[in-house]
């Protein structure tokens, strides 16, 4: 009687399964990543190379070891399974490339966009400042209107000293002693 279930308790989550085969989707592509990127190197190929060439020299040589003869159904039946797990793999990594491709593609989009805004802000900024530096003296209208106004200045003080000359010859300074009212000090006697 112990070993039945008892209807009264939940069974709790059913082993389904579904449940066994849940991976890891990441592993999975990193996996899946690796041996695309292994089967695409020279390494593999020699590798691989060697291991047919060994093959069928003992299978050929070998009268005694014998265990796949000439046909070599099990050397194809190895390729297909080999070719059976490696398209898939090989896709695998391609569609998690591709997704990091079009990721990649997204974010240059928006840094394009982005630079193309700041360029064009700029070239309002610049086109502003033009604008405003033609409004602005330019070092040419400076200089020429300092040169005129040192001449005015210039030409300003001669007459400014012409008119104090002639002022000072048409009236005798207040300070300036008449000769008829100087009174000459005789020196004390002693």
Same mark, same amino acid.
């Given at each position: 009687m112990a070993d039945t279930p008892r209807l009264d308790v939940p069974r709790g989550r059913a082993r389904t399964l579904g449940s066994f085969l849940r991976l890891n989707p990441d592993a999975v592509g990193n996996f899946a990543e690796g041996i695309a990127r292994f089967l695409g190197t020279g390494r593999f190929l020699a590798v691989q190379t060697m291991i047919v060439v060994v093959w069928i020299a !003992? =299978?050929?040589v070998a009268v005694? !070891? @014998?265990?796949?003869? /000439?046909?070599?159904? +099990? !050397? =194809? !039946?190895a390729f297909s399974t080999q070719a059976a797990y &490696?398209?898939? +793999?090989?896709l695998l990594a391609q569609n998690r490339q591709a997704d990091r491709d079009r990721v990649q593609a997204e974010e240059d989009r928006a840094r394009a &966009?982005?630079? @193309?805004?700041?360029?064009? /802000? +700029? &070239? @309002?900024e610049l086109a502003s400042l033009r604008v405003a530096v033609g409004e602005l003296a330019t070092r040419d209208f400076i200089r020429s209107e300092i040169s005129r106004l040192t001449e005015e200045a210039g030409e300003d003080a001669e007459k400014r000293e012409k008119k104090a000359k002639k002022r000072r010859d048409r009236s005798p300074s207040p300070?300036?002693?008449?000769?008829?009212?100087?009174?000459e000090e005789a020196p004390p006697s002693t």
């Open positions: !003992l =299978n050929v005694n !070891l @014998r265990w796949d003869p /000439y046909p070599f159904i +099990l !050397l =194809n !039946l &490696a398209a898939p +793999l090989i &966009a982005s630079t @193309r805004a700041d360029t064009e /802000y +700029l &070239a @309002r300070f300036a002693m008449q000769p008829s009212t100087m009174v």
